[in-house]
């Protein structure tokens, strides 16, 4: 079987193929490409002009990811699309190109949840059986871990994203958007040396990460105004934006390792996938490794094709789901920015 895959649910428009053969191996990648919308250092992006880029895009990517699969129309068994979560307006023009295909194609729809879809490509390309799960991204922080059918969540950030908490950050700095703001918070706290005190928040299984941004974006205004020459009121050292960068990534990822630990030693388990945007970043699989190999257990992610939104993901969760007989229908075809990991049946799983 295969299917095509679109996913849009933020400023990533990325369009995959995959192919399931039919007695369960390992499901073949045909195309993943994706296409991004940049908005100028210091902003974020809106939803119209995200929306706007991804109907601009959308025909020309279809066309190249079913050009680069070696495929026709007739090859496509499904098609699978973003139901949520996300932003409405990029939500909405993924789903009107989908319903376009399915009508014009006269293929059956499958919307998927964006964070299932996450964890079933990270499953099918590290190979990890049943492992705790932490989804990070820009618009969903979750500790998860699977059960009876459901993706159930064990902790889950209480206000903003780590994500976001980094993307935002990112614009108080006025840092460049590309290719990511998180990937050059990454590159920029490579070159810290100093730990900034900073709040940490972790309320049971939870997390909060407003207070810890409100207050490094404190911090940033210092610094912008004493003309880069600050130093910590407690230790004297010289502060730089560096140091500012590495104390985020430090507080935020410790607090991330914690709750992850305690659902593993809740559930027994040996194993951690790291899935999402910031899954990608090398900080964190560091920390996540020092703390799995310390309960004799291994860490699994994959690189910046699967963990950054992606159209293949679509694909490969929602051809799960149709091989179990799930289908969406052309009147249900809408899409919800709030759609949780646990609303799933995952009829695929035992």
């Known amino acids: 079987m295969i299917a095509l895959g679109l996913e849009g649910s933020a400023n990533k428009l990325g369009i995959g193929v995959i192919l399931h053969p039919p007695k369960d191996g390992p499901a073949q990648i045909l195309s993943n490409i994706r296409h991004t919308f940049v908005s100028p250092p210091g902003e974020g992006f809106l939803p119209k002009d995200t929306a706007r880029h991804h109907r601009s895009w959308v025909v020309k990517l279809v066309k190249q990811a079913m050009k680069d699969a070696g495929i026709g129309v007739n090859d496509v068994d499904c098609i699978c699309y973003t139901k949520g979560p996300g932003m409405g307006a990029p939500l909405q023009s993924v789903a009107v190109a989908a319903r376009m295909l399915g009508l014009l194609w006269r293929k059956e729809l499958v919307g998927v949840n964006h964070c299932v879809g996450h964890i079933e490509m990270g499953r099918e390309i590290t190979g990890a059986q049943n492992p705790v799960v932490l989804y990070v991204s820009g618009g969903n922080t979750q500790v998860i871990a ?18 976001n908490c980094l993307d935002r950050f990112a614009r108080t700095l006025r840092i460049s958007n590309d290719p990511a703001p998180g990937y050059n918070i990454e590159q920029m706290a490579k070159q810290g040396k100093h730990l900034v005190d900073l709040p940490y928040a972790v309320k049971g299984m939870d997390c909060s990460f407003s207070g810890i941004l409100a207050s490094i974006d404190i911090l940033a205004e210092k610094l912008e105004q004493s003309a880069g020459v600050w130093k910590d009121d407690g230790t004297g050292e010289v502060i730089t934006r560096e140091d500012l960068c590495f104390s985020l990534q430090e507080t935020v990822y410790a607090m991330l390792v914690e709750i992850t630990e305690r659902a593993m030693a809740h559930m027994g388990s040996s194993q951690v996938l790291i899935v999402g945007g910031v899954g990608s970043n090398e900080r964190l699989q560091e920390m996540m490794g020092m703390m799995a190999r310390d309960r004799r257990g291994s860490v699994f992610a994959t690189d910046e094709r699967f963990c950054i939104d992606n159209g293949i993901m679509i694909a490969h969760a929602g051809l799960l789901a149709y091989r179990t007989g799930s289908t969406t229908d052309l009147n249900e075809s809408t899409c919800t920015q709030r759609f949780r990991t646990d609303e799933v049946l995952v009829k695929w799983r035992d």
């Not at 059960?147 to 994500?163: K, M, N, T, W």
């Open 146 to 163: 699977y059960a009876s059918q459901r993706y159930r969540i064990f902790g889950e950030a209480l206000d903003i994203a780590v994500g």
